[in-house]
């Protein structure tokens, strides 16, 4: 009898060790698979997303979300909704984006934005080791003289990149120079640096 009993425990005991050696063959096998699998990106969240700038001003709720209006020392925002297009106004402003330790924008603006100009007006972005843009705008861009006492000016002058490209104006889109006196000036950058970059440069006999 006791010898009965001893082998029907050293079977149980042997099929319990047989039951592990299959727990770990299936958890050896699933980590193989995963191994295998592409890397699967992350969205990222909205908070993470750089929103529409004057200097350090957010004028955008998000990136995909401009606000009605905002005003700064020398400048104005007005943004409509139903037409999709923004106005900023400068007159005799000074405007300079953050330093930064990646990206720096002095105006970073939504696509079909105006940029009126009132008087002599400067937009310089920081410095940092990704993109430094004094102006950039996510489509097309226009730029006009406002002042009726005389010519108005933007100066738009990137600052210096240790990783990335530095530049006056960008515009992902058509850039238009209706009127007025713009000068672009790209900073010191570890890749390259421009003046005025667009997908299309369209400049008015009336600009100066």
Do not use: F, H
């Not at 007005?78 to 990206?103: P, Q, V």
């Not at 970059?197 to 008015?204: C, H, M, R």
Request: net charge neutral; proline share 2%; charged share 15%.
């Amino acid at each position: 009898m006791k010898e009965g009993l001893g082998r029907r425990q050293e079977k149980k005991g042997q099929g319990w060790i047989g039951m592990k050696r299959k727990i770990w063959s299936v958890i050896l096998t699933v980590c193989m698979v995963l191994g295998m699998m592409p890397a699967m990106s992350v969205p990222v969240a909205a908070s993470a997303m750089i929103s529409y700038t004057v200097g350090e001003t957010k004028i955008s709720n998000n990136v995909a979300e401009p606000i009605a209006s905002a005003t700064g020392d020398g400048w104005t925002w007005a943004y409509s909704s139903t037409e999709g297009k923004g106005t900023l106004t400068l007159t005799d402003a000074y405007i300079r984006g953050a330093d930064s330790s990646g990206r720096s924008y002095g105006a970073y603006l939504p696509a079909d934005t105006t940029i009126v100009l009132n008087g002599d007006s400067t937009i310089a972005s920081g410095t940092g080791s990704g993109y430094c843009v004094a102006v950039c705008c996510d489509g097309a861009l226009t730029i006009k003289d406002g002042d009726a006492a005389g010519v108005g000016s933007l100066s738009a002058v990137g600052g210096k990149s240790s990783e990335g490209d530095s530049k006056g104006l960008e515009a992902d889109g058509t850039l238009t120079i209706n009127s007025g006196r713009v000068t672009g000036l790209g900073g010191t950058a570890y890749y390259s640096s421009y003046g005025i970059y667009a997908q299309t440069l369209i400049v008015s006999s009336s600009a100066d």
